[in-house]
């Protein structure tokens, strides 16, 4: 089920906040009861026999959390059931993500056609695969007891990070669920939670979605495009991803608000960050806090171990070399941005994605560590009033510097292939201008509309406050990011009044309209 | 049970927020006051769409598409024409009356409609004109190969017909409807605020009106979507060549036939795209007529739809359909 969608807001919803209100008369096992079965019947409206995969695979790794903690008593080492586990769940994520695109990828060149091309990624797949796998790593390390299989289960599947995360954390979330509270439904927590969703909706239905008709021709015909026509289109879809993704975090956000439950942020203005280490810190933050966690922080502590049996030193100094940076800062870099890639999907061209971010990071934690943070202070720190000209010219030009790096990859993230990608690259350089007056003369310039809202888009991004600056009054979300506490350009902040409630109303009414042929999530298809 | 003890929220509280600093609980005011200054805006637009569309000069300044037109069929009180021409959005788009009655030397009128509009008026229209008019020497069913059996076909655009009912029916008759199709009822504020854009506001800064020009055309109208031309490559889609059924027109026909009057049914023109011919040689369910004319598809608009003309086209099919009607009318 969408998000932004009539059944969804209009019937689902408002049936799981009544069916909370009533359970959280009961018993807080009620309310957490009604969350998990709710969730069930929301990942059930798209495809119902995709449940059985979903279960499944909550019910396995409920199994291995029991075994690894010995609530079922066995003998077996722990750390062969963790590898078992994880095999298993990575098993069917390939099995779904990659088996058919690869069998299709020969099938189309040994036969002109996709032979599977019915075949369904069962949605959110990757989401709740890593959470429940991030589970088990830690229950294997230690540190906490079981949960019981309700809480597991409404952790594994409340409907609002169900699909496209945020990837949730068992830490920050199940004491929310545990806490022994009045669970009734609160008018602050909906208020502010609502209007979360509707700004999120407001991104959604009535951003994201006007970009994506321009970018999506001009990424469907890479190979006759003009360059001002590249230019729209590589732009465009900037700002469809952004706002797609943006809207759609918002929302996941503000409806967990809505039952009182705190996710932790996963979106904070990505485009305003300075450079590409800032980036990944602010674009999808639980994915890159999970594959530092769970993959670049064991890689690296790997070779740091393998260095010092063989005698070599893992220092700062020692990073500062051309070997040890190689070894201690790239490798992990690379195989962990190599891995982030492939889970985007199966082509080659997701794999040049994450490697072009690997080459970018990498360089990024080289300029820091051989010329030392000698202009950070400058530009990532101080208040409106303490910062310098000179310090706003630099910081404009590293965020631009970072955005041109991002526009790069996101060719390659959104191109049919490489081919394709590169084609699109060479409209960016004009190098099809001629062949694209050939094709459609009319489509040579952007019309005066598409430069309006790239142009009204980018104010947007780069001028306004994020969502949870907005709502930062009233604590939106588990924590804040150092970039959240600069101010914005533009600055206003949500508060439940008359004015407030008028113009988020006329949002809202505007959104409903547009969504009548509602159209799916980005992030769904990973 | 659990405790009735309010867990502490950090309303308010930038400090806890940026800072992580504990902050005293405040008990929220002014929220659900908020709500019903969020709810109140909708609330009233939502309302308000079905008593706006009732209002007699809605079609003057109305964002409706297809409605000025639609609406003439309902205006149409001592007309008295010869010819009564009722079908689908082809027919209205299609042909120009007067084109038809210079070269018959005869009255006709078109009664337009549209696929959306069918199944929920279904001949409501022809109703109406025969019950303010003088009996017709000709009534012609005028459809697209595809449009025959509309009853059962999934229209998307049924809100053309709510817009007609409420314009032009009884509160019984519409509660009626609503009973029986309430999700369509209830998204009707909704697709009529989304026919809101600026295209919307041209007509009215040119000072046109829809309505007045349908009713000179004697129910013909331009589409003003400006669509290109239909590509010489064309294919129609399958889903339209499977629609074969003719159920509905055939009833319809028989019901007026019953009735004393003379009817034909006859076919738009279809484009002359690589699978054109699937038309030529069909049954109809049994439906007597002559198979549809195949014109170029470069006399047709690019909108989906492979059955609106392009304006400078309208003559050409109109003079088809005047030879057509010719004999009946013992020309």
């Known amino acids: 089920m969408l998000f932004n969608s009539y059944p969804f807001l209009f019937c689902f919803l408002p049936i799981a906040l009544i069916g909370y209100q009533i359970a959280a008369h ?68 390939c099995f779904y993500k990659y088996l058919f695109p690869t069998l299709n990828f020969f099938a189309r060149h040994a036969t002109g056609h996709n032979r599977w091309e019915g075949v369904f990624l069962p949605l959110g797949i990757s989401f709740f695969t890593f959470t429940q796998i991030a589970y088990l790593v830690d229950l294997q390390e230690g540190g906490f007891e079981q949960h019981g299989f309700a809480d597991y289960m409404l952790f594994a599947t409340f409907f609002p990070h169900l699909i496209a995360g945020p990837i949730l954390h068992h830490a920050e979330i199940m004491p929310q669920f545990q806490e022994q509270r009045d669970y009734r439904l609160r008018a602050d927590d909906l208020a502010i939670g609502f209007s979360w969703f509707i700004m999120g909706l407001f991104k959604k239905v009535l951003l994201a979605d006007r970009f994506s008709g321009g970018a999506d021709a001009a990424f469907a015909a890479p190979h006759s495009l003009s360059f001002a026509a590249a230019w729209a289109g590589s732009l465009g879809y900037a700002l469809q991803l952004y706002f797609d993704f943006s809207g759609y975090s918002d929302m996941a956000l503000g409806l967990a608000r809505m039952f009182s439950i705190d996710f932790p942020l996963n979106f904070s203005s990505p485009y305003k960050a300075t ?71 199966a082509g080659l061209q997701f794999i040049i994605f994450g490697l072009l971010h690997a080459v970018y990071l990498s360089i990024n934690h080289a300029w820091r560590l051989f010329r030392g943070p000698k202009n950070a202070p400058a530009m990532a720190s101080g208040t409106l009033s303490t910062r310098s000209p000179s310090s706003y010219i630099a910081s404009a030009g590293s965020c631009l510097l970072t955005f041109a790096a991002v526009l790069l990859a996101q060719v390659f993230f959104r191109a049919a292939g490489v081919r394709d990608a590169f084609a699109f690259l060479g409209g960016l350089l004009g190098r099809h201008s001629a062949a694209a007056v050939a094709v459609d003369p009319a489509a040579y310039h952007p019309g005066r509309g598409t430069l309006a809202m790239l ?34 350009l533009i600055n206003f902040q949500w508060r439940p009044t008359a004015a407030w409630g008028l113009a988020l109303g006329i949002v809202l009414f505007a959104a409903v309209i547009k969504m009548q042929d509602p159209s799916s999530f980005l992030y769904f298809q990973f | 049970m659990p405790s009735q003890q309010t867990i502490p929220r950090p309303h308010e509280a930038p400090e806890a927020f940026l800072t992580g600093a504990p902050v005293p609980a405040r008990q929220p005011q002014g929220f659900l006051r908020f709500f019903f200054w969020l709810f109140v805006l909708p609330a009233i637009f939502y309302l308000s769409a079905i008593p706006v569309v009732r209002l007699p000069s809605y079609e003057r300044w109305g964002p409706s598409h297809y409605g000025p037109a639609l609406d003439f069929a309902y205006t149409t009180q001592g007309q008295n024409a010869d010819v009564v021409v009722f079908g689908d959005s082809s027919a209205f788009l299609g042909i120009d009356p007067r084109l038809v009655n210079r070269q018959l030397g005869v009255k006709s009128l078109v009664l337009p409609n549209t696929a959306g509009s069918l199944p929920v008026l279904r001949d409501q229209a022809l109703e109406f004109y025969l019950a303010h008019n003088t009996r017709p020497r000709l009534i012609v ?42 999700l369509e009822f209830a998204a009707f504020p909704l ?27 004697l129910g013909h109208a331009d589409d003003s979507e400006n669509y290109p031309p239909l590509d010489q490559r064309c294919t129609i889609p399958s889903q339209l060549i499977a629609r074969d059924r003719a159920a509905t027109v055939r009833a319809l026909a028989a019901k007026y036939q019953s009735r004393g009057y003379e009817v034909a049914v006859y076919l738009a023109p279809v484009p002359d795209c690589t699978n054109a011919s699937a038309f030529a040689n069909r049954g109809y369910d049994g439906l007597a007529i002559a198979p549809p004319a195949t014109l170029q598809a470069s006399a047709f608009l690019d909108d989906g739809l492979y059955a609106h003309m392009e304006p400078a086209s309208v003559s050409e099919a109109s003079r088809l359909f005047a030879d057509a009607i010719a004999k009946k009318l013992g020309k």
């Not at chain 1, 069930?40 to 279960?55: C, D």
């Not at chain 1, 030193?313 to 891995?339: D, E, H, N, Q, V």
């Not at chain 1, 306004?464 to 939106?476: D, E, G, R, S």
């Open chain 1, 275 to 345: 450079n590409v280490i800032d980036f990944w810190q602010r674009w999808h933050m639980t994915l890159t806090r999970y594959i530092n966690m769970y993959i670049y922080n064991p890689v690296a502590v790997r070779i740091t171990r393998w260095r010092v049996a063989h005698g070599l030193k893992s220092s700062r100094k020692a990073m500062a070399t051309p070997i040890g940076f190689l070894a201690l800062i790239a490798t992990p870099t690379f195989i962990t941005l190599f891995l982030a890639g492939v889970w985007h999907g």
């Open chain 2, 141 to 182: 069913m005028y459809f697209t190969a595809w449009d025959l059996d509309f009853d059962t076909s999934a229209s998307t655009h049924l809100f053309e017909g709510e817009e007609m009912l409420l314009r032009h029916d009884s509160p019984r008759q519409i509660a009626e409807f609503a009973l029986h199709h309430p």
């Open chain 1, 455 to 488: 142009v009204a888009g980018f104010l947007i991004v780069w001028c306004f406050p994020n969502t949870q600056q907005i709502l930062a009054k009233f604590k939106p979300a588990l924590e804040v990011t150092g970039a959240d506490r600069k101010p914005a």
């Open chain 2, 191 to 217: 697709r009529s605020y989304s026919s809101l854009g600026p295209g919307v506001l041209k007509p009215l800064l040119r000072g046109d009106n829809r309505a007045r020009q349908a009713a000179a055309a």
């Open chain 1, 26 to 93: 009961f018993h807080r096992r009620a309310v957490v009861i009604w969350l998990a079965l709710a969730s069930l019947g929301f990942y059930a409206y798209w495809k119902p026999e995709f449940l059985i995969v979903l279960g499944a695979s909550i019910v396995f790794n409920y199994a291995m959390a029991s075994l690894i903690s010995r609530r079922i008593p066995n003998k077996a080492p722990t750390e062969w059931l963790l590898t078992f586990a994880i095999a298993v769940d990575l098993g069917a994520l």
